[in-house]
């Protein structure tokens, strides 16, 4: 191996999940090529050096049983250039069930969604050929989504992570129906459900805040640095404060949805079609539009009075403005 030059100590480490999904996306795009450069690795996958060190170690002792020398991944740097060599069981076909393979069709377009992996190369390859074995051709059966954000923005927050580099992004707030910048300390990229969020240090509350990265509109990287926490970051979407009012949904059978949709902190079921839900609320207008989409299928029945009446307050907003909008049309 190459020595390790620019190694910074206290980059932060990607969470499992995401580390996992770089991972399979990198292992067939370097199998693939005859020992691209560093810097091309780097770029591809928004890697720092020391983080491709560790991938490469990584996968070094990965294999298959029984785990033999011969069994693992071979991956070394030479002359600037990173070369991968599977295992030999990789050449032996697989036998699998239907349900297996198209689990791994699945899995497998997910993984190649990932930034950084070659929609052209041996996975995407070989995952058309098992799915149309399946009779499952064309993006239009499977569609594996891990969110609409831009390329471009994703890229340079991955970038700030793992350089530790402060960023101001521009940041619409669904919740409260703003748009501000905001200075913010990235900690960590995740993807959950479908959707990326942006991890950290916001400067504005001096508290840990999740960004959805599909609502920042615009990203600049600061030359300040920070320091990760002595306790590595939560990889969680959500995480509601002590503090935070709490209101309890009585939901009817079309109503459901929301317990599978947010993070409920209670549930239980009422009667026979009707089911009861605590939940968080980190701002009124988020609850007040929650409210007008169930329109009669759930209703506030408990909590701090200025929120038990949020439907209907948002409500009476909504056909006062009608009212407006009908009287001006009239004049």
Known sequence: RSPREGVNAATPRATATDRLRRLLAMIPWLAGRDGPTVEEVLARF????RQ???DLDLLMVVGVPPYTPDELFEMTIEDG?????????????LRLSPDEALAVVVAGRAVADVPGADPTGPLARA??????????????????DLGPVAEPTLAALRHAVGDRRRVVIDYYALGRDERAERTVDPWLVINDAGAWYLVGHDHRSGERRTFRIDRVVSV???DERFDVPAD???AEVFSATADAPRVTLELGDAGRWVADAYPVEAAEVADGATIRV?????ATPWLERL???LGPHGRVVGGPPGLVGAGAAAAARVLARYGEAGADGRQ
């Open 46 to 49: 928004g890697l720092t050096r």
């Open 52 to 54: 491709l060190d560790e």
């Open 81 to 93: 250039r990173v070369f991968a060599r599977l295992t030999p069981s990789f050449d032996r076909p």
């Open 127 to 144: 995952l058309t050929k098992v799915a149309g074995v399946l009779g499952v051709e064309g993006d239009d059966v499977l569609d594996i």
């Open 220 to 222: 600049r990287l600061l």
């Open 232 to 234: 590595p970051p939560v």
């Open 278 to 282: 605590v939940l968080a609320v980190t």
């Open 291 to 293: 409210l007008l989409r």
